[in-house]
């Protein structure tokens, strides 16, 4: 049984290279990763598997987030009720990803679960109305509505859910708790 783990992504800790996720651009980001961090683009956090021996583990999933804001007006429907007509602050989720031989096992959620914890603990600080993520695809697409994420009216790939939605369903917003 592997011993799961959620860390800051350390380029001399983790081993990108062989991460594959089945989509190229979320494997191909995680490689210039290192870039992100040196700029302070993004924040990268990296499943590794604590069992695997040392140095350096490898990257068996992760994710990146970012501050942003966003237009209240391409909100659907009710979604902006209540909110400024200026753009509102959010997080990004810039990307996500995890290694085909573990998908379709929870670990998704997992990562989903971590990455919002991680925006609801910022919020705390840093004031945010929105976590936002980009799917790559339908099936990506299809399985952030199902966990309660919804389209931007003009790009049906951006997606939102409200901070405040999620806060009510912390920790995760599936069903696995995340690893620690
Ligand atoms: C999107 C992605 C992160 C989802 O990861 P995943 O681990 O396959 O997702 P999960 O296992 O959490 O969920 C997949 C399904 O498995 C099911 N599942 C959960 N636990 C399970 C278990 N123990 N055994 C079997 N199935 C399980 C879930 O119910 C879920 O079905 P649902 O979506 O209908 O609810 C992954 O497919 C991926 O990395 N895709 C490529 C990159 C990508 O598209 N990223 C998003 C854009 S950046």
Same mark, same amino acid.
């Given at each position: 049984?592997?011993?799961?783990?959620?860390?800051?992504?350390?380029?001399?800790?983790?081993?990108?290279?062989?991460?594959?996720?089945?989509?190229?651009?979320?494997?191909?980001?995680?490689?210039?990763?290192?870039?992100?961090?040196?700029?302070?683009?993004?924040? *990268?956090? #990296?499943?590794?598997?604590? %069992? &695997?021996?040392?140095?350096?583990?490898?990257?068996? /999933?992760?994710? $990146?987030? !970012?501050?942003?804001?966003?237009?209240?007006?391409?909100?659907?429907?009710?979604?902006?009720?209540?909110?400024?007509?200026?753009?509102?602050?959010?997080?990004?989720?810039?990307?996500?990803?995890?290694?085909?031989?573990?998908?379709?096992?929870?670990?998704?959620?997992?990562?989903?679960?971590?990455?919002?914890?991680?925006?609801?603990?910022?919020?705390?600080?840093?004031?945010?109305?929105? *976590?936002? #993520?980009?799917?790559?695809? %339908? &099936?990506?697409?299809?399985?952030?509505?199902?966990? /309660?994420?919804? $389209?931007? !009216?003009?790009?049906?790939?951006?997606?939102?859910?409200?901070?405040?939605?999620?806060?009510?369903?912390?920790?995760?917003?599936?069903?696995?708790?995340?690893?620690?």
């Amino acid at each position: 049984m592997p011993s799961f783990h959620i860390e800051p992504y350390a380029p001399d800790l983790h081993q990108a290279r062989s991460f594959r996720s089945g989509v190229s651009a979320v494997d191909t980001w995680l490689r210039s990763a290192k870039r992100a961090l040196q700029a302070k683009t993004s924040a *990268v956090f #990296v499943l590794i598997d604590l %069992d &695997e021996p040392g140095p350096r583990r490898r990257v068996l /999933g992760y994710f $990146a987030l !970012a501050a942003s804001s966003c237009e209240v007006n391409e909100l659907p429907g009710d979604s902006a009720e209540g909110l400024p007509a200026f753009p509102v602050p959010c997080f990004l989720i810039t990307w996500l990803g995890l290694d085909r031989t573990l998908q379709g096992q929870g670990l998704g959620d997992a990562l989903l679960g971590k990455a919002v914890a991680k925006c609801l603990h910022a919020r705390e600080h840093v004031a945010a109305v929105l *976590v936002v #993520v980009d799917s790559l695809g %339908d &099936e990506a697409t299809a399985w952030y509505q199902r966990r /309660g994420f919804r $389209a931007f !009216a003009r790009t049906p790939r951006r997606l939102f859910a409200r901070m405040e939605d999620l806060a009510e369903r912390s920790p995760a917003p599936g069903a696995s708790s995340p690893p620690a």
